[in-house]
């Protein structure tokens, strides 16, 4: 294992913060995955699970099971884990601009498209090369203004020419779920199986360029602009990367046995995927089908109240379902906020005070509905 130490940026006087990763294999001997925990400073069983983690890919190594790469960053936001508001961790948005850490990555496909158009060829493998070397120039001289963008640009460039790419979140309260764009659900199945996952949400681009979709949309928004060139529409360009933001769970559930078994399921994906050498477990069935994201609700408040839920994570809900009562105990009412769609009730709130307009609860709805940006804040 290597252990490099990434100073970022544009520090405050007298300040200095770093990212740090652990590599393990030889970069270039096979393929690379990128697994990084807690962008959400908050969010801390990623923490845990790469702690885990990092004791199974030290075993392989020693072992000479690396075929191929693995970059791990147990600890993605420095920044945002130093930050703390009336005793409160705020991990989630950077306090000086109010940015979402996980929101604003570069659209690479667009950084790079003009400088590789002329360079592809029928050698859909070669392709992916030429596009990467163009990627690893733009980044080299992309000059950070502040220490987010410093960020930002450090995970960027350790994660970019990977084929696989996970980013672990957790939510309030939560089953354990994925996030993915449609062309890399081939890809990452074998880890929704294996995480047990109870809910998979699809979608292409589901707006604000989050971190895991920086570098699946480089290479399906790369074929959108050759498809859209009569001269360059029968280059091949594969999709190299399947990347995926994993939830794993709820924030609360720190446990050793839990993490264990994340790792260990992350693992035996990276032995499926020929990165890591080993008779992987056999896929168990699946837990969920996958669902696309525009079918997901979020159930929302419409009055202010205390909150007394019906329904926990987990459970499966049809449209009429009662989720949570809004108490209002100066008005002396009670009001069942209901499910829209029916599916799994896959995460909610951990708040039990609401505002109007707040989100509560997500189910996992089959029928597409919702366009536009379909992340939250």
Request: contains cysteine; negative net charge.
């Amino acid at each position: 294992m290597r252990r490099i130490d990434h100073p970022l940026e544009h520090q405050s006087l007298g300040r200095q913060t770093q990212v740090t990763s652990l590599h393990f294999g030889q970069p270039g001997a096979g393929p690379k995955a990128y697994v990084q925990a807690s962008l959400h400073a908050e969010e801390l069983p990623g923490m845990l699970a790469a702690y885990h983690l990092r004791a199974l890919l030290e075993a392989a190594e020693s072992r000479g099971d690396m075929r191929g790469e693995v970059v791990l960053v147990p600890v993605a936001n420095p920044i945002g884990l130093a930050q703390r508001l009336d005793h409160k961790s705020m991990g989630r948005f950077e306090l000086g601009s109010s940015e979402n850490f996980n929101r604003n990555y570069p659209d690479l496909a667009t950084a790079v498209f003009d400088t590789v158009k002329d360079k592809l060829t029928q050698d859909a493998t070669a392709n992916v090369a030429a596009v990467r070397a163009a990627v690893a120039a733009w980044l080299a001289q992309w000059k950070p203004a502040n220490a987010l963008h410093s960020l930002r640009k450090t995970l960027v460039q350790l994660a970019f020419d990977a084929d696989i790419v996970l980013d672990l979140h957790c939510d309030c309260e939560a089953v354990l779920h994925l996030y993915t764009e449609t062309p890399c659900w081939p890809q990452l199945e074998p880890l929704a199986r294996l995480l047990g996952a109870r809910a998979v949400l699809l979608a292409q681009d589901a707006g604000g360029v989050s971190f895991d979709e920086c570098f699946s949309g480089l290479w399906w928004k790369l074929a959108d602009k050759l498809r859209t060139d009569p001269a360059l529409a029968g280059l091949p360009v594969a999709q190299a990367c399947g990347s995926a933001t994993v939830e794993l769970r709820g924030e609360a559930q720190l446990e050793h046995g839990l993490a264990r078994a994340d790792a260990a399921a992350i693992f035996a994906s990276l032995q499926h995927a020929g990165i890591i050498a080993g008779a992987p477990p056999p896929l168990p069935e699946p837990r969920c089908a996958a669902t696309p994201l525009a079918g997901a609700q979020t159930v929302k408040a419409p009055v202010a109240g205390v909150l007394v839920f019906a329904a926990v994570p987990g459970d499966t809900l049809a449209a009429g379902d009662p989720v949570v009562d809004i108490i209002d105990p100066i008005a002396n009412t009670s009001l069942t906020v209901r499910a829209e769609v029916a599916g799994v009730m896959y995460a909610r709130t951990d708040d039990r005070y609401a505002l109007p307009g707040d989100d509560l609860a997500n189910i996992a709805g089959s029928v597409p509905f919702r366009t536009g940006n379909l992340l939250g804040a």
